[in-house]
Antibody, heavy 122, light 111 residues
Framework: EVQLVQSGAEVKKPGESLKISCQVS????????LAWVRQMPGKGLEWMGV????????KYNPSFRGRVTISADRSISTAYLHLSSFRASDTAIYYC???????????????WGQGALVTVSS | QSALTQPRSVSGSPGQSVTISCTGT?????????VSWYKQYPGMAPKLMIY???KRPSGVPDRISGSKSGNTASLTISGLRAEDEADYSC???????????FGGGTKLTVL
C-alpha cells in the first residue's frame, strides 16, 4: 500500500525557515516524482514544486521566487520542503503528493500525504 | 501565472447532473491534455477523480466524467448523491515555466 506520511504541525515566526518532511512507503521512492502542494485557509490548492528522487531534478513554481527548495534523502525514502523567510501569508496546510505514473511524469497527484498545518506566530 | 478560473459554487438536487467548468489559456488547459480534477472534503486531503482530461482512476464511478473544449475543461457529475457534496479543483500542466497550476476550487452543494 502506497503511503505518504508527513511531519506534524508547526508554528513559525515571521522570517524563520520552514522544513517539513514526507516519508513514503509501499513503492520504489526513486522511481516517482514527489510534489508539494499547499492550501491557504479557505483558498484553493497551489503547486509549489516537485522533485524526481531518481536524479534529484527539481522544478519550482516561479511565484515563490527562490524561497522554496525541495530535497530528498533516498536512504530513508523521505522528501523535504524548505521554505525560507516565512511570512503570515504562508500560513497553510502543506501536502506532499505523488503521481500515478513513474518517471518524470508529474502532472497529476494520485496519492497524498495527510497534510501539515503550518501557522505563523508573531 | 494566474490560477485557472472555476465558479465559486454550483448546486444540484439528488439525481440531477452538474457540470463544473475550469477555464485557462492556450498555455495551460488549451495547450495540453494533462488536466486533472480533485475532490476534497473539509479537513481532508484531495482525491484524484479525473486525469488526462477524461480518464478515471480505478474506483471512481463512471457517473463522473471529464472533457475539454478549447481553453475550458469540465467535470460532470451525473446522478448526484449526498456524498458528492465537496470542493472540486481542477489542475493543468502549464509548460516549462509555470509547470502546474490549479483552479480556485468550486463548492458543490447537493440540495
Amino acid at each position: 500500500e502506497v503511503q505518504l506520511v508527513q511531519s506534524g504541525a508547526e508554528v513559525k515566526k515571521p522570517g524563520e525557515s520552514l522544513k517539513i518532511s514526507c516519508q513514503v512507503s509501499g513503492y520504489d521512492f526513486i522511481s516517482y516524482c514527489l510534489a508539494w502542494v499547499r492550501q491557504m485557509p479557505g483558498k484553493g490548492l497551489e503547486w509549489m514544486g516537485v522533485i524526481y528522487p531518481g536524479d534529484s531534478n527539481t522544478k519550482y513554481n516561479p511565484s515563490f521566487r527562490g524561497r522554496v527548495t525541495i530535497s530528498a534523502d533516498r536512504s530513508i525514502s523521505t522528501a523535504y520542503l524548505h521554505l525560507s523567510s516565512f511570512r503570515a501569508s504562508d500560513t497553510a496546510i502543506y501536502y506532499c503528493a505523488r503521481p500515478r505514473y513513474s518517471g518524470t511524469y508529474f502532472f497529476e497527484f494520485a496519492y497524498w500525504g495527510q497534510g501539515a498545518l503550518v501557522t505563523v506566530s508573531s | 501565472q494566474s490560477a485557472l478560473t472555476q465558479p465559486r459554487s454550483v448546486s444540484g438536487s439528488p439525481g440531477q447532473s452538474v457540470t463544473i467548468s475550469c477555464t485557462g489559456t492556450s498555455s495551460d488547459v488549451g495547450g495540453y491534455s494533462h488536466v486533472s480534477w480533485y475532490k476534497q472534503y473539509p479537513g481532508m486531503a484531495p482525491k484524484l477523480m479525473i486525469y488526462d482530461v477524461n480518464k478515471r482512476p480505478s474506483g471512481v464511478p463512471d457517473r463522473i466524467s471529464g472533457s475539454k473544449s478549447g481553453n475550458t475543461a469540465s467535470l460532470t457529475i451525473s446522478g448526484l448523491r449526498a456524498e458528492d457534496e465537496a470542493d472540486y479543483s481542477c489542475c493543468s500542466y502549464a509548460g516549462d515555466y509555470a509547470h502546474v497550476i490549479f483552479g480556485g476550487g468550486t463548492k458543490l452543494t447537493v440540495l
